[in-house]
Structures are given as structure tokens and as C-alpha cells.
């Protein structure tokens, strides 16, 4: 099973970025579906992003801001957040899973990340 360890989280002022990094282990990162989920205080689950193979999806809240990229040689997925909203404010979820169905569903997830708080001040 593939294990997920996140890093890059932090405290920024709207406007500014950050890049997530989940470094994978026990599997390597080519061989599923890298997906993106957040949490903010009292919502639920959101999903932010995936990428299949080559193929990217984003939330309509975020595309445009953000961008989801793969370091194969050091076995890496990045978020990339830009134009950062208030809104934005969450703990971020790295997740690995199956290449199945619409990459919103958080079911098809298999391992997930310990999550990275990001937050973003007016």
C-alpha cells in the first residue's frame, strides 16, 4: 500500500501561494490516481483536484488558481496554489487510489496523506 506524507503547509496573506508536496512511498506515484481534498473548520470533505494519468480535474473553485504536477523521479505530487482566497483556509488531503470513476468521489481513495493546514489571511 502506498503511503502519503504532505508538507509545505503554512500561513499566507490572500493574494500570495503555496505548493503542497506529498512524497509517496511503498508504490510508485504513476501507477494511480493522485488526488487533492480539503477540510475547512465545520464543512465537510471538498474535493480540490486529481490527476489521472495526464488528464487533470479541478474544482470550479479553484481552477484557474491551482495546478496539480507529478516529480516521477522523486515519486511527487504537488499542489500548486496561487491568488489565494481567505476562502481557501482548510486542511489540504493528499490521496492515492483507483483510476475509476469521477475522481471527485473520495471512495475510490485507497491512502491518504495526514493532511497540511493552510491558512489564508485577509
Known amino acids: 500500500q502506498v503511503q502519503l506524507v504532505e508538507s509545505g503547509g503554512g500561513l499566507v496573506q490572500a493574494g500570495g501561494s503555496l505548493r503542497l508536496s506529498c512524497a509517496a512511498s511503498g508504490g510508485a506515484l504513476t501507477d494511480v490516481r493522485l488526488g487533492w481534498f480539503r477540510q475547512a473548520p465545520e464543512k465537510g470533505r471538498e474535493f480540490v483536484g486529481a490527476?489521472?494519468?495526464?488528464?487533470?480535474d479541478y474544482s470550479d473553485s479553484v481552477r484557474g488558481r491551482f495546478t496539480i504536477s507529478r516529480d516521477i523521479a522523486k515519486n511527487t505530487v504537488y499542489l500548486q496554489m496561487d491568488s489565494l482566497k481567505p476562502e481557501d483556509t482548510a486542511i489540504y488531503y493528499c490521496a492515492a487510489g483507483y483510476s475509476i470513476g469521477a475522481a471527485s468521489l473520495d471512495a475510490t481513495y485507497v491512502s491518504w496523506g495526514q493532511g497540511a493546514l493552510v491558512t489564508v489571511s485577509s
Open positions: 490527476l489521472t494519468g495526464s488528464i487533470t
